[in-house]
């Protein structure tokens, strides 16, 4: 069984999760089978295996503690209700065997239907019947079966499958599949007006409960995408489901048609990692961003602000780590470094793109780079991890080779004052204001209680010290709402569309005495504006030059959409 699978950057360890490993000859009789380690079992006198036998249990609600499974990437077992087959998790491999072909009998309950983007597939009354290449496509490719609620979009050449679980059905496929088609239109005109792809799969399960893991999100595939995410009205979950699903649906072009060896060749047990996550993550999200903007889906303000979100998102991480490092070491020396693919990362994406924009005369963007690259690779050949640089130059300018060594392989923060003058574009790296606040304290999750909890006071503002928040309180009720990890961020954006001077923000947290004994705790206090300081503020120059708005329309249009 795996010990990690492509996507996750965690070591998961999924044997844990089989027991009553069995196996027999054709006669029926029990073979001697020992356990290796974690993930693996020797099967003595295999050369008459016939049949091997194990129980599964299901990961999204294990009694195995210690390193939960995110959900995207888990399993699940609702007897009548629906199952969640992330293949990793139920079938494994014979070691030096992975490219050997699978055939993958389901047998469901009546009704049922299997949501996956895998292509081979026969389906019946009683049982469908999937094949494979090889073991890398069948872990590669999750199956939920449930009721069916399914939506089918067409662009780009390619069939789009929409397929939902919702258990209260506050939401239906067809409002998420129409919430999603114009960010597929703008992704396909986005690579050049043709998907390199013919199918594809948005495989949703929505929860009314908060996970194991305190977390929502999405686990990407090559041609399909699993998402776990807190079952709220169609109205609050759309805007969070296009922009991840714009994200995971970019993967389409990295890593699935531009890839190291060590991801075109992945070895789930012995896992060698590449250095190149500003790439795989950085540059995906970069792109689900700016591909709303450029088609007209988001203004450039709010794009402006997704951008500042994860400047300061950055700042929790360390910045003169290079983040070729980080991507090496991510499972282990670095693992706390992960998050910042998303936030650093995304920022070099932005970073590349102006450059490049700047170098072409607004003819060659980053987009142009990555589809040059899947022309040069494409889906069955990898590039060597320490050549890439080599190559990019070869297809872009030496400016760029300067870049990647100095802000990606290197430790100098990136140039974001220099490159954003570029595109008419004022960046101040902090400036202080009056403004509304619930404290300016960090929040953290408590996965034993699965309670949002205060991590952080030390850059906590008047409200904050108004109120009293103290490091270890748990978030119970907040302006009169219940706090959950799910709709932390609804009751935060009701908080300030409705905020009024002078009127009391009452919170109810669980705080924890010295003598460890936990009690509820009401705090108040008067709102009122207090000094905020803003890091990384941006804004559109008033005294931009002809130039400067010309490779800024270049960059972020907009674009009319066909």
């Known amino acids: 069984m795996p010990k990690i699978v492509p996507g996750t950057y965690e070591i998961y360890d999924f044997g844990r999760f089989i027991s009553a490993f069995k196996a027999y000859d054709k006669s029926g009789k029990e073979l001697p089978v020992q356990k290796k380690d974690e ?19 299901d990961t999204w609600d294990t009694q195995i503690k210690d390193k939960f499974v995110f959900e995207p990437a888990g399993t699940n077992i609702e ?13 494994g491999y014979f070691d030096k065997m992975r490219n050997l072909k699978y055939e ?38 999750p199956i939920m079966y449930s009721l069916p609620d399914t939506s089918i979009i067409r662009v780009g050449g390619a069939e789009v499958l929409v397929a939902l679980y919702s258990p209260n059905h506050k939401v239906d496929a067809k409002f998420l599949a129409n919430n999603i088609r114009e960010v597929l239109k703008a992704q396909k005109e986005y690579l050049g007006g043709k998907l390199p792809i013919e199918k594809y799969a948005f495989i949703l399960y929505l929860t009314p409960v908060d996970g194991g893991s305190g977390a929502n999100g999405a686990l990407e595939h090559s041609y399909s995408s699993f998402y776990f995410m807190p079952e709220v009205n169609g109205s609050f979950l759309a805007p969070y489901i296009k922009d991840v699903a714009a994200h995971e649906f ?21 896992p060698k990692m590449s250095m190149h996550l500003w790439l795989y993550e950085g540059v995906t999200e970069y792109f689900a961003n700016h591909v709303q903007v450029r088609y007209g889906l988001i203004e450039k303000d709010e794009f402006l602000s997704k951008m500042r979100e994860k400047m300061v998102g950055s700042d929790q991480y360390i910045d003169t780590l290079p983040f070729t490092n980080m991507s090496l070491g991510c499972l282990d020396s670095y693992n706390s470094q992960y998050g910042n693919v998303y936030q650093k990362g995304a920022l070099i994406g932005l970073c590349l793109d102006i450059k490049l ?20 690779y494409g889906k069955n050949k990898s590039f060597k991890d320490d050549s890439l640089f080599t190559v990019i130059v070869k297809l872009t300018y030496p400016e760029i080779g300067e870049f990647l060594k100095r802000y990606v392989a290197g430790s100098e923060p990136l140039p974001l004052k220099e490159v954003f003058k570029l595109v008419g574009i004022d960046y101040t790296p902090k400036i202080s204001t009056l403004g509304y606040s619930y404290g300016n304290v960090d929040i953290g999750y408590n996965p034993e209680s699965r309670r949002l909890v205060i991590v952080n006071t030390h850059k906590m503002d008047e409200m ?12 119970v009720k907040f302006n009169g709402q219940d706090v959950t990890p799910s709709n932390i961020e609804q009751v935060m954006t009701s908080f300030f569309e409705n905020i009024k001077e002078g009127r009391k923000l009452k919170v109810v947290v669980i705080r924890t005495d010295d003598k460890g004994k936990k009690k509820k705790v009401k705090l108040q206090a008067k709102i009122r504006m207090v000094e905020i ?25 907009p674009i009319d959409l066909k």
């Open 250 to 270: 970019f993967h389409i072009v990295t890593p699935l048609n531009i890839h190291s060896e060590e991801i075109g060749d992945f070895d789930y047990n012995n």
């Open 79 to 91: 007897d009548g209700k629906n199952f969640v087959i992330n293949n990793h998790g139920f079938f």
């Open 533 to 557: 300081t803003r890091r990384h503020y941006v804004s559109l120059s008033k005294t931009a030059t002809d130039k400067e708005l010309q490779l800024r329309k270049d960059w972020l249009g």
């Open 357 to 376: 924009r700047h170098l072409s005369g607004g003819k060659y963007g980053l987009v142009d780079m990555m589809n040059d690259l899947a022309k040069t």
């Open 104 to 141: 993958v009998n389901i047998t469901k309950p009546s009704g049922f239907y299997g949501a996956t983007g895998l292509n081979t597939v026969k389906t019946g009354s009683q049982t469908d019947t999937y094949y494979t290449s090889n073991y890398f496509d069948l872990a590669d490719s």
């Open 39 to 57: 993930n693996g079992w020797l099967i003595n006198k295999a050369v008459t295996l016939d049949k091997i036998t194990y129980m599964v249990e």
């Open 464 to 475: 904050g010290k108004d109120l009293g928040f103290e490091e270890g309180d748990e978030l």
